[in-house]
């Protein structure tokens, strides 16, 4: 019986569990807690900002008559600025650590939550746009201050770095403060309906209340420029506006913060329960799997060559024996 000889593979089935679908840990919870981490630090960074108003406000014309080498007035500058700005980065990565849990979450209640945070990523998004333009047209306004001859400023530059910086930074509040107030529209305890609607116009509103003393207070700033009194420790912003932008931030800040504070009590208090919708597990079918191919293929071994006989060689008949032999084979015939 012949054998056929090759390369054989065999397969293998491959069963796995078949499960029932699991629930993951809802995101909103923790949404809520980063966010109100972001707002306590906030409000540290309006309560430095309200002692540097302060500051400015009392040391104003001494700001706008000294010279650049106020070195106790540029030391208090740059430590506001230090501190300030690490202060709003630690506030601004653990907010969108928080909102980044609350968009995931966004289906943990009603479709009308989950559309109010969707509209709540649109808004975020169009603050950052709004910052980077506004901030783009601000410097290009500051950098034409360094062309101005000494003791004669441009007037409309100053006023036109005021207009600018009011414009963007109320549209950037009115996207800020609706997007803080969306994803707990709904949740929050139904007695605080009014303070989010106050947080949210109070909060868009400070700019332009800012801004206003700014404007106020720009003709003297103008005309200590004007004396040749420039100082680098002067800005649009010193005094009066800063004071004002860190009292009503803090206001609208403590607002918000009570406000998460009661969604986080109510989710932890089983008032409100984040439910995720079910994940389906994956389910193993039986299939037939091929082992990995060797990247060579193996044949059998060759059969063992069996020995061969030589031939003898044929010997030619000689010339005499020949003729004699054709001879006989005729008388033969």
Same mark, same amino acid.
């Given at each position: 019986?012949?054998?056929?000889?090759?390369?054989?593979?065999?397969?293998?089935?491959?069963?796995? =569990?078949?499960?029932?679908? $699991?629930?993951?840990?809802?995101?909103?919870?923790?949404?809520?807690?980063?966010?109100?981490?972001? $707002?306590?630090?906030?409000?540290?960074?309006?309560?430095?900002?309200?002692?540097?108003?302060?500051?400015?406000?009392?040391?104003?014309?001494?700001?706008?008559?000294?010279?650049?080498?106020?070195?106790?007035?540029?030391?208090?500058?740059?430590?506001?600025?230090?501190?300030?700005?690490?202060?709003?980065?630690?506030?601004?990565?653990?907010?969108?650590?928080?909102?980044?849990?609350?968009?995931?979450?966004?289906?943990?209640?009603?479709?009308?939550?989950?559309?109010?945070?969707?509209?709540?990523?649109?808004?975020?998004?169009?603050?950052?746009?709004?910052?980077?333009?506004?901030?783009?047209?601000?410097?290009?306004?500051?950098?034409?201050?360094?062309?101005?001859?000494?003791?004669?400023?441009?007037?409309?530059?100053?006023?036109?770095?005021?207009?600018?910086?009011?414009?963007?930074?109320?549209?950037?509040?009115?996207?800020?403060?609706?997007?803080?107030?969306? =994803?707990?529209?709904?949740?929050?305890?139904?007695?605080?309906?009014?303070?989010?609607?106050?947080?949210?116009?109070?909060?868009?509103?400070?700019?332009?209340?800012?801004?206003? $003393?700014?404007?106020?207070?720009?003709?003297?700033?103008?005309?200590?420029?004007?004396?040749?009194?420039?100082?680098?420790?002067?800005?649009?912003?010193?005094?009066?506006?800063?004071?004002?932008?860190?009292?009503?931030?803090?206001?609208?800040?403590?607002?918000?913060?009570?406000?998460?504070?009661?969604?986080?009590?109510?989710?932890?208090?089983?008032?409100?329960?984040?439910?995720?919708?079910?994940?389906?597990?994956?389910?193993?079918?039986?299939?037939?799997?091929?082992?990995?191919?060797?990247?060579?293929?193996?044949?059998?071994?060759?059969?063992?060559?069996? =020995?061969?006989?030589?031939?003898?060689?044929?010997?030619?008949?000689?010339?005499?024996?020949?003729?004699?032999?054709?001879?006989?084979?005729?008388?033969?015939?």
């Amino acid at each position: 019986m012949k054998r056929k000889v090759g390369l054989q593979m065999q397969t293998y089935p491959m069963y796995g =569990p078949v499960g029932a679908p $699991f629930q993951k840990e809802p995101n909103s919870p923790r949404g809520v807690r980063w966010c109100i981490i972001a $707002f306590a630090i906030y409000l540290g960074v309006l309560i430095a900002q309200i002692v540097y108003g302060v500051w400015g406000a009392v040391n104003l014309d001494s700001l706008a008559s000294s010279s650049y080498y106020n070195y106790s007035a540029m030391i208090m500058v740059f430590a506001f600025t230090a501190i300030t700005i690490i202060l709003e980065i630690l506030v601004l990565v653990f907010y969108l650590v928080g909102f980044g849990y609350l968009y995931g979450g966004r289906n943990e209640f009603s479709p009308n939550h989950a559309r109010h945070v969707n509209v709540a990523m649109g808004l975020i998004i169009a603050a950052i746009v709004t910052t980077v333009v506004g901030s783009i047209i601000t410097l290009a306004l500051q950098f034409q201050t360094f062309f101005s001859y000494y003791g004669h400023p441009d007037s409309g530059i100053y006023y036109g770095i005021v207009g600018a910086g009011a414009v963007m930074n109320t549209l950037v509040a009115a996207f800020v403060a609706t997007a803080i107030v969306l =994803p707990v529209h709904g949740l929050v305890d139904q007695k605080y309906d009014r303070h989010l609607y106050i947080a949210a116009g109070l909060g868009t509103a400070t700019p332009g209340i800012v801004s206003a $003393f700014a404007f106020w207070q720009l003709p003297g700033i103008i005309d200590a420029l004007s004396n040749g009194y420039s100082s680098s420790n002067l800005s649009t912003s010193t005094g009066w506006p800063t004071l004002m932008a860190g009292i009503l931030g803090l206001v609208t800040f403590l607002i918000f913060l009570m406000i998460y504070l009661n969604v986080s009590t109510r989710i932890r208090e089983g008032q409100l329960k984040p439910t995720r919708p079910p994940v389906s597990p994956v389910v193993w079918i039986p299939v037939q799997v091929v082992p990995m191919m060797p990247a060579y293929p193996m044949y059998p071994p060759y059969a063992p060559a069996q =020995p061969v006989m030589p031939q003898q060689p044929v010997q030619p008949a000689e010339p005499g024996k020949q003729g004699s032999t054709q001879q006989g084979q005729q008388r033969a015939q």
